[in-house]
Every structure is written in structure tokens, then in C-alpha cells.
């Protein structure tokens, strides 16, 4: 009886170990923090050169992402792990928590101030201008000049809503086609004559033009320029985390290593 008794007790032990074990391990797999180290899921586009973009090796890079790696090095207890997805998957990505950060040239507006938390110290300063088809210079350099014109913009993007907020500010002269797709398509359609013209970021246009063979070029005075930020939800560990990658990028900051990279990739600092 005594010895069955012992069993039994050993086989107990034995199943609130693992339990126990299994729960420990649980934890650890859902905060995605392992010997101190906090891995974070980034999501990206992939396809928006020189920001993000898939080298020839099939390696997520690109200015944006370079700037984590950064800040890994500067913050050993963080680690990024890059996931690449349309721009469209990307926010809701960050609301189900499949991406506990964003990195794609976001900059900040009114409503994600509201639902999320951005970075407060900017490690790039985005340039918003015309994109038009080489030859078409002469007749667009302006908003204005697009009045009876089509312009393409991606559904959701900060560059739309500069554009909207401008439209509407000025009798919604400009007829606007709204694409699901990422600047590849719409830099394609306005190779093609399908369209007049878009909005984004110069340097990302050239680089474009460059790898796709587009004939394409930015034209006119910058329309706007805005710091670009990380982004990440508005709970305690969004918060934490973008906390973080603040202290981080101040000290690349000071200690110079974040304009170094800018002029690597840029051949200017466009940090300040």
C-alpha cells in the first residue's frame, strides 16, 4: 500500500512539473521574450525600395529596417523579425497582434495618433512631391496643374491623405484613383498613360524608376516634409516597446551612427 502510495504521489509531481513547465513556456512564447531578449514583429512592405525591400539574396533590408538593426545593437535586448505584406494587411496586422511594430516610412496624422503609439524621435525626414512620366514636367508642376488630370494614390497611405486634405481645401478639383496596390502599379500605370500622376517620396521614385526601367521623375516644389516614425498599438507593451526604441534611437542620434547610415543609403542626412 505504502509503495503505491509513493507511485502515485511521484506520478502527481511528475504532471504539475510539466504543467508548470508548459505554462512557464506558454508565457515566454507569448510575449516573445527569451533570456531577456524581446523578439519583435515587424511588418513591412518588402516592396518599397530603398525603405523595404527583399535584396538578391531574398534578405528583408532596406533604410527603414537598417535603422532597427541599429537600434538592436544599441538595445541588445531587443531583436526584429521581418515580415513582409501589402500595405493594406499591415495595420490590421498591428490591431491583431501578428506585428508588434511597423516599419515602412509611416508618418503621423490625427487618427493614429488617437488608436496607436508613434515614435517620438523621427529617424527620417519624408519628402511628399508630383511623380509624373518623363516629358510631362513642363505641363504638371504643382497640384493645380492636375486639375482635369487623373491622379493615382494608394487607399490608406499618408501621402493620399495629403493630397485629399488639399483637395478638399481647394473645391475637389483633382480627380483621384484610389489603388489597393503598393507605388509598383501605380508608378506602371502612369509609365503607361493610365494615369498623370501620384504623390510619394522622390528618392523611393528614383529608386523605382531605376530597378523597374520607368521613365518616370518627381517634379516641382516638395509638397510637404514630415518626420517618419515607428509605430506600435496604444496598449502597456506598445508603449514599453516604443519607449524603447526612443531611448535607442536618441543615442544613435548623439553619438552620430544614425546620420551615418542616412548618408550610406542617401548620400545625405536627412535625420535632422
Known amino acids: 500500500m505504502k509503495s503505491k502510495l509513493i507511485a502515485l504521489f511521484a506520478i502527481l509531481t511528475a504532471v504539475f512539473t510539466l504543467a508548470a513547465c508548459s505554462s512557464k513556456s506558454d ?15 515587424v511588418g513591412t512592405m518588402g516592396t518599397y525600395n530603398p525603405f523595404s525591400f527583399e535584396d538578391k ?4 533590408t532596406g533604410y527603414d529596417l537598417e535603422v532597427l538593426r541599429l537600434v538592436e545593437k544599441q538595445d541588445p535586448s531587443l531583436k526584429f523579425e521581418f515580415i513582409a505584406g501589402p500595405w493594406d494587411s499591415l495595420f490590421v496586422g498591428l490591431d491583431s497582434n501578428k506585428f508588434q511594430l511597423l516599419a515602412n516610412q509611416i508618418t503621423s496624422n490625427p ?9 517620438e524621435t523621427p529617424y527620417f525626414n519624408s519628402v511628399s512631391q508630383i ?13 493645380e ?11 490608406g497611405d499618408s501621402f493620399t491623405r495629403i493630397v485629399e486634405d488639399w483637395n ?3 473645391g475637389n478639383i483633382l480627380k483621384i484613383t484610389y489603388y489597393e496596390q503598393d507605388i509598383t502599379t501605380i508608378l506602371e500605370d502612369i509609365e503607361n498613360g493610365r494615369i498623370d500622376a501620384t504623390v510619394n517620396d522622390p528618392i523611393m ?6 530597378v523597374q526601367g520607368l521613365h518616370i521623375e518627381a517634379v516641382g516644389e516638395p509638397i510637404k516634409k514630415e518626420p517618419t516614425l515607428f509605430i506600435a498599438r496604444q496598449d502597456a507593451e ?5 519607449k524603447k526604441i526612443d531611448d535607442a534611437l536618441q543615442a544613435l542620434k548623439e553619438n552620430g551612427k544614425l546620420s551615418e547610415l542616412s548618408k550610406e543609403w542617401f548620400d545625405v542626412d536627412y535625420t535632422k
Open 111 to 119: 487618427d493614429r495618433v488617437a488608436k496607436y503609439t508613434l515614435t
Open 131 to 143: 511623380i509624373v512620366k518623363k516629358g510631362n514636367e513642363k505641363n504638371i508642376q504643382s497640384l
Open 168 to 170: 478638399k481645401e481647394n
Open 57 to 60: 539574396d531574398g534578405k528583408l
Open 27 to 41: 508565457e515566454s512564447t507569448k510575449s516573445g521574450e527569451k533570456d531577456g531578449v524581446q523578439t519583435i514583429k
Open 238 to 242: 506598445g508603449k514599453a516597446l516604443i
Open 205 to 210: 521614385a528614383k529608386t523605382k524608376a531605376e
Open 145 to 155: 496643374d492636375l486639375k482635369g488630370k487623373k491622379i493615382g494614390l494608394t487607399v
